[in-house]
């Protein structure tokens, strides 16, 4: 059942989301060659804990040890971090944070371009954000979730990338996973109404090649590939409902404005 959060409930997730922001605006600044993933969840961590005084809302979740998700180059999602995987020139990285604030959940993930990213993974990467603003755009009262899907979809695969299929976005508030889920490709018109005081998230996973996955288990997590080992990319949003339209909980500094000129 999808939850219709009332206006309590969504000023506690406003709270939520612009802290989650808060933590990718901060990494941003310290993510560059040489770091180790390791130390991109320990700055998290520190940063939500310490500055934030919150909750990293991963850790622990379903037995996952860190804070954050980073999936670096061909992984799709639920990368791992390391202290052997050290970022160099040319990666590609999605960093993935969730923040518990009062009990409610933030969810949000940027992609880095790490120095001298070659052309095509900086298009990748910017098409997949497109992507999500395009899904993002649609969103109002009365419009369908398969609306979403087919606004991110389409602009994937007039750009010449695939959208993976297995995983989705998902409503959010007092757990990290509520209903409904969010798929990134699908027909106008088709799938749950979308009604004011939802919350879910948005998150399109982009191939540059085919979207075939494959899984690897690492220390008891399922971590996702690109079949092909060619580059994935993801970004993530938390949208609220609104009586004409939709806020982004999540939204950074950096993006104001970006939805003007859909």
């Not at 997590?221 to 080992?229: E, N, P, S």
């Not at 999540?250 to 003007?260: C, I, P, S």
């Amino acid at each position: 059942m999808i939850a219709i959060k009332s206006p309590e409930q969504i000023e506690k997730m406003r709270v939520a989301g612009k802290l989650t922001a808060k933590v990718l605006e901060a990494v941003s600044e310290f993510i560059k060659p040489g770091v180790s993933t390791m130390e991109v969840d320990a700055f998290c961590e520190r940063y939500i804990v310490d500055v934030l005084k919150a909750i990293p809302g991963s850790k622990g979740q379903y037995g996952y040890p860190y804070s954050v998700n980073t999936s670096l180059n061909h992984v799709i999602c639920h990368g791992m971090p390391s202290a052997t995987q050290l970022l160099k020139s040319g990666d590609i990285i999605n960093v993935d944070v969730t923040v518990v604030a009062d009990g409610y959940y933030g969810d949000s993930s940027k992609m880095f371009c790490i120095g001298a990213a070659p052309a095509h993974a900086r298009r990748l990467v910017e098409v997949t954000q497109e992507c999500l603003y395009r899904g993002i755009k649609v969103v109002k009262p009365n419009a369908t979730l398969g609306d979403i899907g087919h606004a991110i979809q389409s602009h994937a695969e007039k750009n010449h990338y695939s959208v993976v299929r297995e995983y989705c976005g998902h409503g959010i508030g007092q757990k990290m996973h509520e209903d409904p889920q969010v798929m990134h490709y699908g027909k106008p018109g088709t799938g749950p109404v979308i009604q004011e005081g939802m919350t879910f998230t948005i998150e399109p996973m982009i191939n540059q090649g085919k979207p075939d996955i494959k899984h690897i288990e690492k220390d008891g997590w399922g971590i996702a590939l690109t079949k092909d080992r060619k580059l994935s990319a993801q970004w993530e949003h938390t949208i609220l409902v609104t009586s004409t339209g939709f806020e982004v909980l999540t939204l950074r500094d950096e993006e104001k404005g970006v939805f003007d000129g859909l």
